[in-house]
């Protein structure tokens, strides 16, 4: 079954990435985040999403904005859960842990783990959706816990012309209840990663550094997140000259991301590095390049090259002991404009 957790994984993850409304209160607690965090195997990358602010707040307002893709979501989402069973609008939390592959560039996809609170799941019944459209369904015991591991029916690849071009072969997904409405998602070491912090009473060792400084970002924001620089991404920046040489001071980025009763967004960030002068030498080069930008923009136009410069010039860049401050206010205008589709150079 192809679309087995998309949804609980995409509009848990990726709609919480558009959606801290100013107004709304929090649902899940900062300690309850943390008992799940705890969870989680060595990351690089962590992070916290208000799945529910997401799916009851973010929703019914984008459907104003675009009735038919909203629409066309919905019917999705009550498929996958006539299907399977699972809502993904019940999700209360979703914490996530990744590593960094690709050079320091990129998540590691065999990496990530994924624990989502607020549901229950149901094996046989997602068993048969997904023999039902042609995957395959595992089940395993693991330490007196049963993982079930799905493989999605490979897929027929596209614009080839060739009918007798071999199917391309889909990534397996494991998941495990954990109890009281939790269950953990992954690739099936991931999973059993969590497991074992299940059973050994999950301290939160393994990203305590990472945990630390998530308690610093707003306790309330919709999206939460703290991640380690990698050494190799630092090394590399530091040998790409002298203004993007500072960028490899920073060994750790955290903060939130929210959205407003009019979707306009607000992202806060830090970047912490190891002494104040370079914090204040970050401040500079990283104003430098938001000259850089607006200087390449110039005189330009083009709607989607103004709003790009009106999103320049909303960024603030302050630097103060260990850490640069990056706040960006994208206001919904903004957002308006570079979502417009490009409309064709008139003809002369």
């Known amino acids: 079954m192809h679309k087995l957790f998309r949804w609980v994984l995409a509009l848990s993850l990726l709609a919480g990435l558009g959606s801290g409304l100013a107004r709304a209160r929090a ?143 889909r990534d397996p997904m494991s998941f495990s209840s954990l109890g009281n409405q939790t269950v953990a998602v992954g690739d099936e070491g991931s999973v059993k990663q969590v497991i074992d912090a299940q059973l050994a009473g999950a301290k939160g060792e393994a990203n305590a550094k990472l945990t630390q400084v998530l308690r610093e970002t707003k306790a309330t924001g919709l999206v939460r997140f703290a991640a380690l620089m990698p050494d190799n991404l630092r090394q590399s920046l530091s040998s790409q000259g002298d203004i993007f040489q500072q960028l490899g001071a920073v060994k750790l980025i955290f903060g939130s991301l929210e959205m407003a009763g009019d979707l306009s967004l607000t992202l806060d960030a830090r970047l912490r590095t190891g002494s104040q002068e370079e914090a204040t030498q970050l401040e500079a080069s990283l104003k430098s390049l938001l000259a850089f930008g607006k200087a390449m923009l110039g005189g330009n136009q083009d709607p989607k090259f103004l709003a790009a410069n009106q999103l320049i010039e909303q960024v603030k860049i302050s630097a103060q002991t260990l850490d640069v401050t990056v706040l960006l206010l994208v206001p919904r205008a903004v957002i308006d404009q570079l979502a417009k589709p490009a409309t064709p150079a008139s003809k002369s």
């Not at 079930?148 to 690849?157: H, L």
Request: proline share 7%.
């Open 27 to 169: 649902t899940a607690t900062p300690g309850a985040a943390e008992d799940l965090l705890a969870l989680l195997p060595a990351s690089d990358l962590i992070a916290v999403v208000d799945a529910s602010r997401a799916f009851n707040e973010l929703l019914p307002q984008l459907k104003a904005i675009a009735p038919g893709e909203i629409a066309r979501a919905t019917r999705e989402i009550e498929e996958f859960t006539a299907k399977t069973g699972i809502d993904p609008a019940k999700i209360r939390t979703a914490v996530v842990g990744a590593r960094i592959g690709g050079g320091g560039t990129a998540i590691d996809r065999d990496s990530v783990a994924i624990i989502l609170q607020g549901i229950d799941v149901d094996p046989a019944r997602i068993e048969a959706a997904v023999k039902l459209e042609g995957g395959s369904f595992r089940a395993a015991d693991y330490k007196g816990k049963s993982i079930y591991t799905v493989t999605p029916k490979p897929k027929a690849p596209e614009g080839t012309g060739d009918s007798a071009a071999p199917a391309k072969q």
